[in-house]
């Protein structure tokens, strides 16, 4: 029954380093996505996946990489973090249009 | 321009009575779905209740109705008989077209704070 897994939860960087956030769903969803949310705000689209093999840029993708590596992962990559992007991240997974969006737990991110 | 808005950053409702969240949104498509999320504190996101624009009947899940008015373009949620446990960030979303791309897109949320 897990869902969208996201690992990690936490995460505190230091401006420049790299990390890649993880995300696996086991629901057999075609369309993953990520988001990130700011403090005070709603989550805006950074990547999306429609299906295996695709991926295509939200409204906030600068600084970001993404790659849907099989159907169930979809991951994403700061290569050099800025403190521009500590945020909550969250990954989901949907199937057909009308049905709602299953998110990940999300991951803080700091940093400094 | 903003295509969901939520007016109202806070409200206050007493337990047991029923509450309204606002949401107007801006779309050109003819072909559009409405969603509404709860994300308590512990930070999830809980889908509550959705509505497509072909819809002609309300949605309702539980104690969650969606006022859909369609010409108005608003999309509120109407909570009835509020728990304690429905303190929470509320936000509406919305899916544009018929397009591969599902993503959504959403208001700035609404805080909802139920007072015994």
């Known amino acids: 029954n897990a869902g969208v897994t996201q690992t990690p939860k936490f995460q505190v960087l230091k401006t420049g380093q790299s990390m890649t956030l993880q995300c696996a769903q086991d629901?057999?969803?075609?369309?993953m996505y990520w988001y990130r949310q700011d403090p005070g705000m709603g989550l805006r689209l950074i990547y999306y996946?429609?299906?295996?093999?695709?991926?295509d840029k939200g409204e906030v993708p600068n600084g970001y990489n993404v790659s849907r590596l099989n159907k169930r992962e979809f991951s994403l990559r700061l290569e050099s973090a800025a403190p521009s992007q500590t945020s909550v991240y969250f990954c989901?997974?949907?199937?057909?249009?009308?049905?709602?969006?299953?998110f990940g737990d999300g991951t803080r991110l700091s940093i400094l | 321009a903003q295509k969901i808005t939520q007016t109202q950053p806070g409200m206050f409702v007493q337990e047991k009575e029923a509450v309204t969240l606002d949401c107007t949104y801006d779309?050109?498509?003819?072909?559009?779905?409405l969603f509404w999320y709860k994300q308590p504190s512990s930070g999830e996101m809980i889908f509550l209740i959705y509505?497509?624009?072909?819809?002609?009947q309300n949605a309702t899940e539980g104690r969650y109705s969606l006022n859909f008015q369609k010409a108005r373009k608003s999309a509120n949620l109407v909570i009835s008989a509020s728990q304690l446990g429905d303190s929470a960030m509320y936000f509406c979303?919305?899916?544009?077209?018929?397009?591969?791309?599902?993503?959504?897109?959403f208001g700035s949320g609404t805080r909802l704070q139920v007072q015994p």
């Open positions: 989901a997974s949907s199937e057909y249009r009308d049905q709602p969006q299953h």
């Open positions: 629901m057999n969803h075609n369309s």
């Open positions: 996946s429609a299906s295996e093999g695709t991926t």
């Open positions: 779309t050109s498509d003819q072909s559009y779905g």
């Open positions: 509505q497509g624009s072909y819809d002609e």
């Open positions: 979303a919305m899916r544009e077209g018929d397009t591969g791309r599902r993503a959504l897109t």
